[in-house]
């Protein structure tokens, strides 16, 4: 059996208002639940509550970019690079729902 190219639908590249909130509820429950089991954690050795405590400051600091992708979202400029104003392509937003920028803007920013 073969694939008729023709039937395939191509991605839209840029996702809609209902797929980005979906993928940033997902990151932060995720980002949530982390942060819950580190607070668990608890009677370890002062090098892992040093690990530890820089551990939930990175997820802190994830859970507020996604706070902020929320906001992108409902004023129309979620996907677009706060670097360079172009889209970020849709591949970059599966894997970071919660990124401000194009990889190339990101290298830069860094």
Request: glycine share 8%; aromatic share 4%; net charge neutral.
């Amino acid at each position: 059996m073969s694939l008729d190219a023709s039937r395939i639908e191509p991605r839209p590249e840029r996702l809609t208002a209902h797929e980005a909130r979906q993928r940033l509820e997902h990151a932060r429950d995720t980002r949530m639940t982390q942060l819950q089991a580190l607070g668990e954690s608890s009677g370890a050795l002062s090098v892992d509550d040093q690990l530890m405590s820089a551990q939930r400051d990175a997820i802190q600091r994830v859970l507020k970019e996604i706070e902020e992708a929320f906001a992108r979202v409902e004023d129309g400029t979620y996907g677009t690079c706060l670097g360079c104003g172009k889209p970020v392509p849709g591949e970059r937003l599966e894997i970071l729902p919660y990124t401000r920028y194009c990889v190339g803007c990101q290298r830069r920013a860094t």
